[in-house]
């Protein structure tokens, strides 16, 4: 049976602009009917890291806080920590991080809390018993918290295509281990005939784990996995291991989505604006590949990933993704996790605040 996918576009007039479209939004998706008073309640977001300008702006934020707490809900912001080296992976400079990108308890109306602690090691263990992952570590404040409200920047995303709820949900909840287990097997190797030695993997590589001399070699014990080589490469130089890597990455994503929902009463937002070609985690962003859409939401993140992606692709009239990171498929991540049982990608897009139309 197709799910329910509320939309509104981006178009605004004095009788409403975004952010009550917003609200009446989360009134169409029936974001109180998970809330309980004095429930905590955490809002998965990614808030970007520090020099990139694409991520989720901090007054959308406010606009479901506040709807949160009208029905008597606790709502916390929260993300866990980067496994790569950043201003995000500790606790301390991931708060730091978020302020400065504006999402300070007084502009958003909640605290922050990076869900798996200090240093990424807080962390509950949920069985799987997946295809890939038995065990998923997931950072404690998402995993105990009494409800969850994903708010997703939708864009592209250099190792599975794009970005959005499942990966917001299955990668950006993970425990600093949870995310090296998603990781493990998805390190790049370098096509050396297309290396110009510009040294831009070095540079950009977080652990390390890269040097240049006549071409690029990865120290694979240093290597994470984290793809950043992959997007600042332009002369396709870093390329994935295709016998696993990209596929067998949105695969462990989808099963940590999996664990992280499996007894979780949860709504899912997506803003589809600022479409970057790259993950929020680059500290700048390239620039959007087609204009801004609108802000979609579901109880099923399937079908919101799967009607976000179509908006794009038909506003775009192709797929920018694929263009940006040839050979990354985002179909896996949608295909498996309808497989999973996460829900489904046959959907039903119902527009709403078309009174904006009519006071033009």
Known sequence: MASKVFFTDVSASPAM?????????LEKAQLASIIEKDHLVAVKLHFGEYGNMAFLKPPYVRVVVEYIKKYGGKPFLTDANTLYKGHRSDAVSHIENALLNGFAPEVVGAPVIIADGLRGSDEVVIEVNGNYIKEAKIGSAVALADALVVLTHFKGHEMTGFGGTLKNVGMGS???RGK???HSDSK?????????????????????AITVEKVARIDYDKCIGCGECIAMCVYGAMSPQWDSSSELLSKKMVEYAYAVLKD???V??????????????????RPAVTPDIGIAASTDPVALDQ?????????????????AHPNITWRTQLEYAEEMGLGS???????????VDKNR
């Open 345 to 355: 990608r046959e959907y039903e897009l119902i527009k709403v605040a078309c009174e």
């Open 264 to 266: 979780k009463k949860a």
């Open 307 to 323: 009607a976000c992606i179509d908006l794009v692709l038909q506003n775009a009239g192709e797929d920018p993704f694929l263009k």
């Open 188 to 208: 790049p190797h370098v096509v050396e005939e297309n290396c110009v030695a510009c040294r831009m993997c070095e540079k950009n590589c977080p652990t390390g």
């Open 180 to 182: 090296l287990e998603q």
């Open 17 to 25: 602009g975004l952010l009550s479209k917003l609200e009446l939004l």
């Open 268 to 285: 899912f937002i997506s803003f589809i604006m600022d479409i970057s070609p790259d993950c929020d985690c680059w500290h700048m962003n």
């Open 174 to 176: 993970a425990s600093r």
